[in-house]
């Protein structure tokens, strides 16, 4: 019988093939010495040698290095392998550097490790590295307290665009706080609270080692701009100042937890959401722009943003049309003006007699301009300057999204935003923007006895907008209190509170550390001359979340 052509016999792999196969199987089973033995006959037998082989081998010897019986067995072979790797003139590889840069660190030579990832670009055929490349060097030099290359090695990074994780943060974090690199300890806690939200315990020990020790203890000011601080909190969205060290003194450190309403069960400060900050809300602002430039008539929404800047004093923004055909779909439904109406009446009642922004397509104002009774509410929008319609062919969905963005205030939809978020999952700071904006639940309580219920959703809550009671519709907004990827907020005394990651999703059981400074627990609120001290700083009762519009004016009555 003729054998198929296509078939393989096991028996007849090449050289390479098998050594290929076999020295997986040692790297799977982790099997060092069998590895090398393999490579020792490949090389005796003069066993063409290809990028594949001698990556495995290198990983192996990187991994095996953890091992003191196998340390010193593992870099010689290791090294041996890339020195033969270059004399073959075989071409290395991003997974090639992170293995031989791995060897380097562990031999404590952090700035071979570094030199190859430098390197790369310019002798390895533009390979590019990734974190895993630059980890070894990075912590080889944070372990040896050098602090200046590590910094190198994060610029560097920078420079590449390769973002830090929170492992790299904590190892900056750790080395900057050994070496008394006391303004590089604020940046690096910052950077922890903007990326990583809950630490870990290990990140939680470094930050406790620091605000424990006798540095820490140093650093700050007895008088400082309260002002300035105050504002500064307001401009990043309620939870950080990002001014320096507040206070001055011992720090006390305690492990605590926070009760539903965001009171920490230590200090009794009053935790809050935290809004994402002005230049990640431009940021978000004109990703939406660009996405809405790719979908719509660039004319079109051009206008649209001109208009928006010569009428960017709304605190709210209404999805019209996802408003008025909330429940209607039943034989008799339709638009029901009057549902958005109450709307626009209750936002108006509750922000000072301003009136909200109802995006509408051109197509349904037409269908409501037809109607007698209908045309007189839409007259009556048009002249307060509530409305605006969208053009033929448009997506009002662009334009009522960019809106609450661009102008940081409330959206009231019951759209879910499934589409957009699709869009927008490349944003490191939209899911962050959503959960701060997202509200709980709006009420119709219509004059007829019929009362209906309808899922919101609200983005944003400005100053002053407070729940009163209403005759048509009864808004409830998201709750202040953080939740559990609230960044660590940073108090306008000083403070610090830092959830850690959490095995459940129990709130009321997760860990934070309380950081505090004595002297600021008996604060009053007392500014001379916009300077305050420790006796007499902001009241922190007065620190608030603005979720919503950031407007540098007096809150609404």
């Known amino acids: 019988m003729e054998e198929h052509p296509k078939k393989k016999k096991k028996g007849c792999r090449n050289p390479e093939t098998k050594f290929q196969f076999e020295l997986n199987s040692c790297s799977k089973a982790k099997d060092l010495r069998g590895a ?27 991994n095996s290095v953890a091992d003191p019986s196998l340390k010193p067995t593992a870099l010689d072979y290791g090294f041996r392998a890339f020195r033969h790797m270059s004399a073959l003139a075989v071409l290395p590889n991003e997974a090639t550097v992170t293995a031989v840069a791995r060897l380097a660190a562990a031999k404590g030579d952090a700035d071979y490790a570094f030199e190859l990832v430098k390197s790369m670009g310019k002798n390895y055929n533009n390979a590019l590295p990734r974190l895993r490349t630059y980890d070894p060097a990075l912590f080889c030099f944070c372990e040896m307290l050098d602090a200046d290359k590590a910094y190198e090695v994060e610029e560097h990074m920078n420079g590449v665009g390769v973002s830090l994780e929170e492992a790299e943060l904590a190892a900056l974090l750790k080395v900057s706080a050994r070496c008394g690199r ?3 300890v604020y940046e690096y806690l910052h950077r922890l609270r903007s990326s990583v939200r809950c630490v870990s315990e290990s990140t939680a020990v470094v930050i406790e080692e620091w605000f424990r020790g006798s540095k820490a203890s140093e650093v ?3 008088e400082f701009d309260a002002g300035r601080v105050k504002e500064g909190v307001l401009r990043n969205g309620g939870g950080w100042h990002g001014q320096g060290w507040v206070g001055k003194g011992d720090w006390v450190v305690s492990r605590t937890s926070v009760v539903a309403d965001g009171h920490c069960c230590c200090c009794g400060q009053q935790l809050v959401c935290v809004d994402i900050d002005d230049v990640e809300t431009e940021k978000f602002a004109g990703s939406v722009a660009a996405l809405a430039f790719e979908r719509e008539v660039k004319a079109n929404f051009s206008e649209f943003q001109a208009w928006l800047e010569k009428h960017a004093s709304y605190e709210a923004i209404v999805d019209g049309a996802n408003i008025g055909l909330y429940q209607q779909n039943f034989a008799d439904g339709g638009f029901n003006i009057s549902q958005l109406d109450d709307v626009v009446k209750e936002l ?17 104002l037409r269908g409501l301009m037809e109607n007698p009774s209908s045309r007189r509410l839409v ?14 062919g448009s997506n009002d969905d662009w334009y009522w999204l960019f809106a609450a963005v661009k102008l940081r205030c409330l959206l009231v939809t019951n759209d879910e935003m499934r589409d957009h978020i699709f869009e927008l999952i490349g944003s490191n700071f939209f899911n962050q923007w959503k959960e701060r904006h997202q509200a709980s639940s709006l009420h119709f309580c219509e004059r007829k006895p019929k009362t209906s219920d309808a899922t919101i959703i609200f983005i944003g809550y400005p100053e002053g907008m407070k729940n009163r009671n209403a005759k048509e519709a009864t808004i409830l907004f998201p709750s202040k209190a953080p939740t559990e990827n609230t960044p660590m907020p940073e108090s306008e005394k000083g403070y610090w509170h830092v959830p850690l990651v959490s095995g459940t999703s129990c709130e009321s059981t997760r860990c934070w550390l309380c950081i505090t400074r004595p002297s600021g627990h008996d604060a009053v609120a007392t500014v001379s001359n916009g300077v305050s001290s420790l006796d007499s700083q902001v009241d922190e009762n007065s620190a608030t979340s603005i979720a919503g519009k950031r407007k540098e004016r007096s809150p609404p009555s």
């Not at 108006?348 to 349904?364: A, F, I, T």
């Not at 009556?380 to 605006?388: A, D």
């Open 36 to 62: 090398i033995s393999l490579y020792d006959d490949a090389v005796s037998n003069n066993t063409r040698l290809n990028q594949h082989h001698f990556n495995a081998l290198l990983y192996l010897c990187s």
């Open 220 to 222: 700050g000011e007895a």
């Open 182 to 184: 006391v303004d590089k």
């Open 348 to 364: 108006y009642n509750r922000s000072g007699k301003k009136w909200p922004l109802v995006v509408l397509h051109n197509k349904r």
């Open 379 to 392: 007259e009556e929008w048009m002249k307060n300057g509530v409305l605006y319609t969208t053009p033929n």
